[in-house]
């Protein structure tokens, strides 16, 4: 503890701050823009951030510019943290949600991706508070941290310890080898893809306000729409649906290898076997749901009796089943969380499904929340191969992925977050139980808060939201959330008398 480095510390955070304000201010400027009356509480907001920021900054000008693996850990679990309670300020001070719990659960809830939302109308708020939200979203969904690394440099601090402790998944893939380089070519990915998104959904119907602020909440995986029902509120144009797809699949994928794919690296993306894993899952669990709601479930729920007689082979029975399977398998397994449809009323089969999707995960390297695949990947393997190790005590028997031997301690690490999580889960949803909340909801608000997925089930499902719990659920649920994004070990670390004790970390 004597050894930490309390002024990096703060020039983070100043940092983060002056990052977060910036934000607001283009918020401030869409509010402006649209004449929404939130312009003035979204632009004060967005002044005392950055203000706040640069005192943080000019009274620890003189620090070390050194970071040990503690003050990363510190660092990235702060950043979210104030990044959280900083990102409130455009609620409260425009008005638009009054109630502090409530604007920092909004706020987390962007920040982790997550999409849960305790907003009752979301139509009826200002366009520049709908941008804001979805910018928490876009900033969040590639890591706050990994941004700030690509101008580390201009400090004169190497980011390798920030990278670690935030880039998702077990390993930090680099495509170049300095952690700045690698950062810059992510940010690259992230930001042309959002943009492209934009673009393919204004060209099939979205006005460009809508079109943007879903784009950020795909890329990010995140969830937030600008619209009541969610996607839904398109269900009358099937190619949005199959674009918000496909983009969200491009998000859970591990951004290293749509990097090799940009560069035309194509066989080093299929020999992937996580990306395999990831595709065909989707892929299979799809036409088993597509089948399902065919044969089960009531179409009406998929699209208006308008639309299925007007447009019968756009709107078909079987085109509409699996459009609405493909789009919420994709939406639950990458955790995005966009609905066009209330999935919980699919039969009770599809019910239980998407809550055991709710822990898959998308690939380690992507925006996504979840275990991810690797991890299910690696502990399979393993736990196939407890039979020969059974028959063979002696022998060494190693666990094999993307053709190299996987060492014990990744593996052991991967079954220590595995039985973690699930701890976790089940202390999730008993503390949800003591707050009042029935069986189905408990379950459900644990794993998708901790999963970053959004809708839940019972009360939480997606044709509710998460307003109704009470105050205490709220910041448990927010609590979750900054547990899963940062995957565990991050933030529980923090609470370990080991790592105070630790005088070199």
């Known amino acids: 503890m004597k050894n930490l480095n309390i002024k990096i510390i703060f020039q983070m955070m100043g940092f983060l701050l002056i990052f977060n304000g910036l934000f607001m201010l283009i918020s401030a400027g869409v509010s402006f823009y649209y004449k929404d009356g939130a312009t003035e509480g979204i632009f004060f907001a967005g002044i005392i951030t950055i203000l706040a920021g640069l005192i943080s900054r000019f009274t620890t000008k003189n620090f070390k510019k050194r970071i040990n693996k503690q003050e990363g850990y510190i660092i990235v679990t702060l950043g979210w943290v104030f990044m959280s309670l900083s990102g409130s300020l455009p609620y409260l001070f425009s008005e638009a949600i009054p109630s502090f719990t409530n604007a920092f659960f909004e706020t987390m809830s962007g920040y982790t991706t997550t999409g849960a939302s305790i907003l009752n109308d979301i139509e009826s708020m200002p366009q520049g508070i709908l941008f804001w939200r979805s910018t928490t979203h876009w900033i969040g969904g590639m890591g706050i941290i990994v941004l700030t690394i690509a101008v580390l440099p201009l400090l004169g601090i190497g980011g390798m310890q920030l990278f670690a402790a935030e880039a998702p998944g077990p390993s930090a893939d680099k495509l170049h080898p300095r952690i700045t380089d690698t950062a810059k070519r992510l940010y690259l990915i992230y930001l042309g893809l959002t943009v492209a998104e934009a673009v393919f959904l204004k060209l099939a119907g979205m006005s460009v306000f809508d079109a943007a602020n879903h784009a950020m909440s795909t890329l990010s995986t995140g969830g937030f729409s600008t619209k009541n029902a969610s996607v839904a509120f398109w269900n009358d144009k099937p190619i949005i649906h199959y674009i918000i797809t496909i983009f969200m699949i491009i998000a859970g994928t591990n951004f290293v290898l749509t990097y090799f794919a940009f560069r035309g690296k194509l066989s080093n993306v299929f020999k ?60 639950v397994i990458t955790t995005t969380g966009f609905v066009s449809a209330d999935f919980t009323v699919w039969t ?22 979840g275990i991810k695949f690797v991890r299910h990947i690696i502990m399979i393997k393993n736990g196939i191969l407890e039979f020969k190790r059974s028959m063979h005590p002696s022998a060494i028997i190693p666990v094999w992925y993307n053709g190299k031997t996987v060492s014990q301690d990744i593996v ?94």
């Open 272 to 331: 992937d076997e996580e990306f395999r894993a990831y595709i065909l899952n989707i892929i299979g669990i799809s036409v088993i749901v597509a089948l399902i709601i065919y044969f089960r479930a009531d179409v009406s729920n998929l699209a208006t009796e308008t639309q299925l007689i007007d447009h019968p082979m756009v709107y078909g029975r079987l085109e509409s089943a699996f459009r609405h399977a493909f789009f919420q398998v994709a939406s």
């Open 348 to 369: 009770h089969f599809l019910t239980i499904l998407f809550f055991i999707l709710m822990f898959f995960g998308a690939s380690a390297g992507s925006t996504s929340g």
């Open 412 to 505: 052991f690490n991967i079954m220590a977050f595995v039985i973690l999580y699930l701890i976790v889960f089940a202390l999730g949803s008993l503390v949800f139980g003591l707050l009042g909340l029935d069986f189905i909801s408990a379950i459900g608000g644990s794993a998708s808060s901790l999963g970053n997925v959004g809708p839940a089930f019972g009360q939480l499902s997606p044709v509710n939201n998460y307003d109704s719990l009470p105050s205490l659920g709220k910041w448990w649920s927010a609590f979750l959330m900054l547990l899963g994004r940062l995957e565990l070990f991050t933030v529980l670390i923090l609470f370990t008398p080991y790592f105070w004790k630790t005088g070199k970390f």
